[in-house]
């Protein structure tokens, strides 16, 4: 499908030289500050279709996030891409998780087709419009925490999910999060600094209000567990860790955090060193890497290999 | 167009495969096969394709054993098909030219569970059923559960990314997949994705995923295991036109409602599973929905009923709720066994596997219809409606003259609706053989050859299930002309 | 070249779908596509419609099928296996390429209940002379067994042969039970020397017609011909398929397992106290995939123990298969193997089982294992004494 912006940002990018994508720099640096003398780009924007009743949409990678979620909330839906601002391809090419990941979805699960401009300035689509689809390599998958440096994103269809009737933010001190994750259902989200404990509850009211009685079961340090308007503020830095690896946190190492309990992502205030990969598996990565963009030109600087600074 | 029936057992070749005492050298004169009857076995899959002949049958235990099979068959320029049970429908596990078959089967121990983690480390040969049966106790399952689910392996699951009913819900499998061990091409090991929320380096675990065997073998996989639901509903609705059923599923979903599974099956699929489940399925339906609702109680009656109420809004004139685990066990034995129940109505089958948006649902499937008949074949429908996942089987008996001719050709047409309709050509079954060559159709020359670029990072020599996914034209695809091959065709 | 004679109809039923792959005992113990009843199938068109030889493989696969028909209840499009399988063993052994001349001559025996019953002495005379090494897997056996005497004459018990030198207990249980219900039985003794199962298992579909022809003469009365030997049941309710007589299919209609029997009548039984018992269930093949009754199994024992639990292999064989356990050894211990990791998962005071054959072979493999009528029959007994006492 020919689509004039695709197609102007794919004149834009070209073949020779360069370049990056910026999008609202809320992650500017994640993976490494980009080689100085790269062409910075935008991406094209705009909402193209959203479809209520196939609960996808369609976007331009330069929307910013917000926006699409007040378009979709209009519907009484919403994506699992996170609200901490940006855009929604550089949401995307970072990759990064909503904090309620647990309730609305792995935003590596959301994306459904992408179109991208290549290195060598074509216009390529990987993935399909429909929910379900096997049709031939995933390069959705790969695109996702990919950075930009395989392709750049110019267009993608997600998957919507319908919103909760009922959202509640519950709050307590002294609590073990780890009882409070197992003894619930589904929760949305279940979040620790260390001190204090929050959950987020989704669902119908009926539900929502078992789920809170089960919760009061799990004791507290004395106040019980008592409602709040939202969860806590999150520290600008990603961690990755095993879910049972939260259990041993260091604040020492990782200053002021919020940790993802059941996810084992952390928000920290200090950023994460770089992470090893075994030599294969970076082997691996690089024929990846050279086979899309043989020449480095896209988001020079970047690795995948380290998440936020 | 050579059928299975015409195919004639190949004679013991004169000299013998110099490659089979290097392999027996690795696992021992029990766990490679070379006679010829025993390697015709493994031509097939459960598809209707057959394609060229296995060479040695190959049966590891261990990653290792893997490794060393892999790395003998580079020595003698070998290519190497992995295989699970050997349920696709696409072609995926048959052998193209002569490759060294590695089977999966015998490497089929769940080897930990953590509760903690929510993981469990599998070999890739497990049962999918086995799993979810071990987890039972704990309150867990696996969550991605094919029709197939009590005979297919977890590492097939995983190269042909496989749904479904409760997909629906919960995603199709690479939803499920947190790591892999993967033994690439070339017999280098390495692991793909991790426990942690965000493992380093671009997602190769989920583009390893869907991979139809074609990136490397799989030879230790960590899936996420999934609370099991505090309650479940199902629902059988039955209606006097598939249209109906149809369309209240994309009603359904556009109410924001999204069941655990919605699945419709038509008038004469519901006769034949009838007849071997006996659960009590209303003959006299033009189709039936099957609905599940799960999660916790208040959620899933209120679902339920509105379920109920669109359904009747649609026109449905009878519902009914399974009263018991028994019950509901019957409903679903009926669902997962539909595609083997057709033998009942004509002994060879073919099985298409198309997407479509689920508001298209009604008119493609009318197309459908329109498309057997004019091709003078019986079509039946079952599928996984609640995600627009068509699987129209087309019926035939191959005995008869120019049948075959005829099965393509509406396959072929039921494709072309579909992506007309703004769908795709897989939705779980893959491309293998079976849909290699319509993958232009969906895809432009440029997109092919950066799927093409994928493959070539993990095989750049072409080694690991030459012949399938990508068209001809693009690399690992000209290992031979293929013949396509509508099978069961023994009649 | 041989052919197998098999029917073109029903060997086309199968549409390779697989789905019976993990129910098949022999592939789940192997993963080897040719011990499975999708790989047989194959091999069978192969050497019947494309000549393939019967090279030693392909044999094999053929003998190593334990015959359980557990692929035939997984069937969705109801492929007859048992009738191929049934028909291919005839043509391996009339053509000689299976059942050694001795094995032959053991079969020939079993028609013959002077002879089984001094087999069944001598044997257990050299289990008292530790002459037999237990892991042959049969049972303690008795060296004297008193006879068994009529109680009335509502219905026939099948005795056969094997279980009645074997294991006469068993039947003088059921025929405690039957006569709690209200039942007189009339033993069966020489009469029906053999139902022939075992033959026909082995491909001697000759000797098994032969005897399926004498308990068809024999039996010819109309009553009900009860059987507590699983596998025997099975044979006898095909023996319609085996002889192609009305008479055969009339004697047919009337054979039922005890516990089938039973299961609608469980009123006629006094209501006692059940055995403290944690029992599981192990379904004969042939009960539930032949006969498919197992479920009467459950029905009859509830009342009399404290708790049934079901095991966890969703009815996987457990490898005897009449004579296979002796015949196939190995791949019959590797299939007991599994089933014995089940039992032990259920964690069971004993393991309830309505074919001896299986009793046995668990037996040999360490678990304790008993027919559902001994356990009704002692709970029977149990109350009886204990009002006695009372008294
Ligand atoms: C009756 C029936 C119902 C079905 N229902 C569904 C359904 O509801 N949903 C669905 O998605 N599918 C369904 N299928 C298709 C099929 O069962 C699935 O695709 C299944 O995942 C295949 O698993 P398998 O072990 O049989 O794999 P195989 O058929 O043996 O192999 C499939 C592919 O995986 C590759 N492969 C196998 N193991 C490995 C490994 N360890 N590493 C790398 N590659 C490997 C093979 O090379 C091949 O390309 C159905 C099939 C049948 C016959
Ligand atoms: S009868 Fe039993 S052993 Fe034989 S093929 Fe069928 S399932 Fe397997
Ligand atoms: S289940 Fe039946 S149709 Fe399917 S492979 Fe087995 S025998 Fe063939």
Redesign the interface.
Known sequence: MADDALEAFATEVGARGPVAVEGARTRWSTGGELEPGARLLRAPEGIVEHRPEEMTVRVRAGTPVDELHCELAAFGQRTALPRRGGTVGGALAVGEDDVCALGRGRVRDALLQVRYVSAEGAVVTGGGPTVKNVTGYDLCRLFVGSLGTLGLIGEVILRTNPVPPVSRWLRADGTDPFAALDVLFRPSAVLFDGRATWVHLEGHAADVEAERRTLSAVPTAGGGWTECEDGPVLPPHRWSFRPSELRQLDGAVLGAYVASVGVGTVFASHSPPPRPQAPALRALAERVKHAFDPGGRLNPGRHVALLAP | MASRATRRARPQPAAPDPIVAALVGVLGRDRVRDDAAERSLLAHDASVFSGGAAGPVCFPTSTEEVQAVVRTAVAHGRAVVPRGAGTGLAGGAIPLGRPVVVVTTKMNRILDVDLDDRVAWVEPGVVNLDLTTYLRPLGYHFAPDPSSQQACTIGGNVANNSGGPHCLAYGVTGQHVLALDVVLPDGELVRLGGLDAEPPAYDLRGAFIGGEGTLGIATLIAVRITKNPLRVRTLLLAFDTIEDAATTVGSVIAAGIVPAAMEVMDRRITAAVESFVHAGYPLDAGAVLLVEVDGPEEGTAVDAERVVEIGRANGATTVRVAATEEERALLWKGRKTAFGAVAKIAPSYYLQDTVVPRSALPGVLQSVYEIAERHDLMVVNVFHAGDGNLHPLLLFDSREHGAIERVHAAGREIVEVSLAAGGVLSGEHGIGVEKRDYMPLQFSDVDLDHQNRLRRAFDPACRANPGKVLPSGHSCADIQALERVPAGLWG | MTTLGLD?GE?????????????CPTFRV?????QSPR?RI??M??VE?????L????RRAFETCVQCRACET?????VPFGHLIARTREVLADEGLSVSPPVRAGYAALGHPSLVRAAGRALAAGQRLRAVPRSVGLPRLPLRQGPLTPSGSDVHLFTGCVMDAFERDVHRDTMRVLAAAGFGAMPTGDRVPCCGALHAHAGLTRPARRLAQRAVSALGDGRPVLVDSAGCGAMMKEYGQLLGSDAARELAARVFDVSEWLAPRMAQLPEVRPLDLRVAVQDPCHLRHVQRVHQATRAVLAPFVRELVEL?D?GLCCGAGGAYAFVERSEARAIRARKLASIARAVPDVVASANPGCAMHLASGGVRSVHPMTLVARALEEHATSRSARR
């Open positions: 073109a060997l086309s039923r199968c549409v390779q779908c697989g789905l019976c792959l993990s129910s192997t993963g080897d596509e040719s790989g194959a091999l068109r192969a419609r494309d000549g393939a030889p090279s030693t493989p392909v997984a069937c969705p499009s109801a966890d969703d």
